[in-house]
């Protein structure tokens, strides 16, 4: 209680003293990499940001324009979005960038096609917010039109019987999120897998044919925005890997994902100069797998923030490294914290200290290369300007566990220890490192909890082993749900943590805005179905929650107020230097 009683009277106090404060306007210059640093008309630019992928589906500008007005005032000075919205039928309403279907593409330039996602950047600028373009997306699972509970079971069965489905949209189930809902709900590479009559999630990243039709859409976004100073960076992809609902064939490697990088990268170089160009990638990393890329000689490293010292760079990952960082980590860690007393272990007990062998069964998905990325060598292609990273404890893991410590301090930890593995990751790359996503969910939003990999809220009692999509980790037990001051002091850990160990932006996963307009059969959809068990209380006028969402609160610590007294911390930080 303690700690907790610090942290909120710090965000009390910033949010006093920082009510008033006019956000500093960031853009009308592009962004550029220097060194390990993000600059803006020469200057550093350092950055809290947010993820909305929501924002072009919005029904009005008026909503477009008061979600980014809010984000403004939170401080937040990069968004990120989905620059995609691939349909298979052309919707009745509701916003579409393209049409891919039967083997063919064709994209979507009105007023309920790019013309939304013009009025985003034409307002981002405006408010001083610098937007990262997502193009495709790993996640496109199908639900099965008819039994819930056998859909669910079949997700982890074969490719034939769940691929091929609709969403299914009848009212009275549970299954009836508006199109565009969920952040796996906008198309992507699975889409053109299956109008494209192929089989394997992987032929996305190796069949000439679907490169060429994803290279076409992406040149008709990136001419659109090549001059704009709204842009912040092209993601190539959120979350690429080799598997997702459509399996990967056995052939897909790190390489095979890392080669598509390059291609991708090198293809958008030659549409645009002007941006920066990132992977979206969770970040796992790979010590043992083949390179293809090695670091260009990082340049001279810009002065140091105040207070830190000159880092050399690191020496190359190995496994049993990783293994010992983290035990050394571990001992420090316990060598900080209080003593448990009655009352402040939070879920989980205290059991001893582990022996070698524990500590010595394995690293895990996040750095064997089982997933089909690694994030090291994509950051050393030479066009992609940063490395990236993402952090959502309850659907990936991130490496062993200290397994003395209570269930929630070993999600707070795994999280801190990932982001000074990237951190370091990034030194070897010599390039900035940003944490493009992170996330846990509390108590109140489980109930609308969808994994990226699946399409139906909830899984209640659900465990993140359990799940078993594909996209479940190892490693770990932690049942999912933390209280909102949990939620609220992992926040703030994560965030100190990377800000002390040189991130150079950090991004939450995902805005929440209230007052929205709705409007029938669109994402922001009356729920005038009152058996639907509905993932907002007020459908109407929230934005989706897949079970990140976090919402302005009036009073008290909350996951906005972390985003703001951060923002606010880097801010001073600047200017003092
Ligand atoms: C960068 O320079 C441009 C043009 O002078 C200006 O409009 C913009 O506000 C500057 N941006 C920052 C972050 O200083
Ligand atoms: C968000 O924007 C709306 C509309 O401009 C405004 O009424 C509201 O006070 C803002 N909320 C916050 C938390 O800034
Ligand atoms: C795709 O082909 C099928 C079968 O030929 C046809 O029924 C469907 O309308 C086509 N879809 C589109 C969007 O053209
Ligand atoms: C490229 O996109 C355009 C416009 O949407 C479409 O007409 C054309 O068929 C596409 N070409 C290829 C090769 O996919
Ligand atoms: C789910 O999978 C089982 C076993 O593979 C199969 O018998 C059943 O028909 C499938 N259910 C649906 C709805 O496809
Ligand atoms: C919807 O979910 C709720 C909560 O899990 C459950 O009580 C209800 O029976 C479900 N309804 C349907 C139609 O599956
Ligand atoms: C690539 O995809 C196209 C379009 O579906 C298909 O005709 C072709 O056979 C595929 N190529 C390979 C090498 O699988
Ligand atoms: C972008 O700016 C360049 C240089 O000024 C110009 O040549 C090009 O035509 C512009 N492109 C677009 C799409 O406006
Ligand atoms: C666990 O986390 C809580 C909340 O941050 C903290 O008060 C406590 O000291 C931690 N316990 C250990 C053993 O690290
Ligand atoms: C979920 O947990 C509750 C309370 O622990 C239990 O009563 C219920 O049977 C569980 N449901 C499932 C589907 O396991
Ligand atoms: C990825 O897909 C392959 C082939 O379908 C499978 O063998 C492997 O277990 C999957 N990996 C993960 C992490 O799900
Ligand atoms: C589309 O919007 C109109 C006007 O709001 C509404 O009447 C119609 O039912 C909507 N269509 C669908 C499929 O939701």
């Not at 394997?200 to 290279?215: K, P, R, S, V």
């Not at 465990?463 to 996209?471: D, H, I, L, P």
Request: net charge negative.
């Amino acid at each position: 209680m303690r700690l907790f009683s610090v942290l909120w009277s710090f965000f009390v106090s910033a949010l006093v003293v920082f009510a008033n404060n006019t956000p500093s306007t960031t853009s009308g210059s592009f962004v550029t990499a220097q060194g390990n640093q993000f600059q803006v008309n020469g200057s550093q630019f350092r950055w809290i940001g947010t993820t909305a992928y929501w924002l072009p589906a919005l029904n009005t500008e008026q909503d477009i324009i008061d979600t980014l007005s809010n984000m403004s005032a939170a401080g937040i000075t990069v968004v990120k979005t989905w620059a995609f919205n691939d349909v298979e039928t052309i919707p009745e309403n509701g916003t579409w960038f393209q049409l891919v279907a039967n083997g063919t593409t064709t994209v979507n330039t009105g007023p309920n096609g790019l013309q939304k996602l013009d009025m985003v950047m034409k307002h981002a600028e405006r408010f001083g917010i610098y937007v990262v373009l997502s193009l495709t997306n790993n996640w496109n699972p199908r639900p099965l039109f008819d039994d819930l509970k056998t859909s669910i079971d079949n997700l982890t069965n074969s490719v034939e019987s769940r691929s091929f489905q609709r969403r299914d949209i009848t009212p009275g189930t549970n299954n009836s999120l508006p199109r565009n809902f969920l952040s796996n709900d906008y198309g992507g590479m699975d889409i053109y897998v299956r109008q494209f009559g192929l089989q394997n999630h992987d032929e996305f990243y190796q069949n000439e044919t679907l490169i060429t039709a994803f290279e076409n859409y992406t040149r008709q976004v990136i001419t659109r925005y090549v001059n704009s100073t709204a842009v912040f960076s092209w993601e190539i992809a959120n979350d690429p890997r080799c598997n997702s609902t459509v399996p990967a064939s056995s052939g897909c490697k790190t390489t095979t994902v890392t080669m598509w990088h390059k291609r991708l990268a090198d293809h958008i170089r030659s549409i645009d100069p002007n941006h920066l160009i990132s992977t979206g990638s969770q970040g796992f990393l790979c010590p043992d797998c083949e390179k293809l890329f090695t670091p260009t000689t990082p340049p001279p490293q810009p002065s140091p923030a105040p207070g830190q010292r000159r880092k050399n760079v690191p020496a190359p990952l190995t496994k049993k490294r990783i293994i010992q960082e983290r035990v050394a980590q571990w001992k420090k860690t316990r060598r900080a914290a209080a003593p448990p007393e009655g009352g402040i272990q939070i879920r989980g007990r205290w059991v001893s200290t582990p022996t070698r062998r524990q500590a010595d069964t394995g690293v895990g998905s996040a750095f064997d290369g089982s997933q089909g990325v690694d994030s090291e060598d994509i950051a050393n292609i030479p066009n992609i300007g940063f490395s990236t990273f993402q952090l959502f404890p309850d659907q990936f893991s991130y490496g062993p566990p200290d397994p003395s410590l209570p269930e929630f301090n070993q999600t707070v930890e795994i999280g801190n220890d990932w982001i000074r593995s990237h951190a370091e990751a990034g030194a070897r790359v010599g390039k900035p490192v940003a944490l493009t996503g992170f996330g846990l969910v509390t108590n109140d939003n489980k109930p609308f909890f969808v994994p990226f990999n699946s399409s139906v809220a909830s899984f209640p009692n659900a465990t993140s082993t359990s799940q078993g999509f594909g996209a479940a980790p190892q490693n770990t037990s932690q049942a999912i749900g933390v209280t909102n001051d949990q939620q609220v002091d992992a926040y703030s850990q994560w965030v100190n943590t990377g800000l002390v160990s040189g991130l150079q932006g950090i991004m939450q996963y995902q805005w929440g805005q209230r007052g929205l307009t709705s409007q029938e059969g669109t994402t922001i959809s009356p729920n005038d179905d009152t058996t639907t068990t509905s993932p907002n209380e007020d459908t109407t006028t929230t934005s989706p929650n897949d079970g990140y969402s976090a919402q302005a609160v009036s009073s008290g610590p909350s996951a906005q107020g972390v985003l703001q007294s951060a923002s606010q911390q880097i801010s001073n930080s600047l200017s003092l230097t």
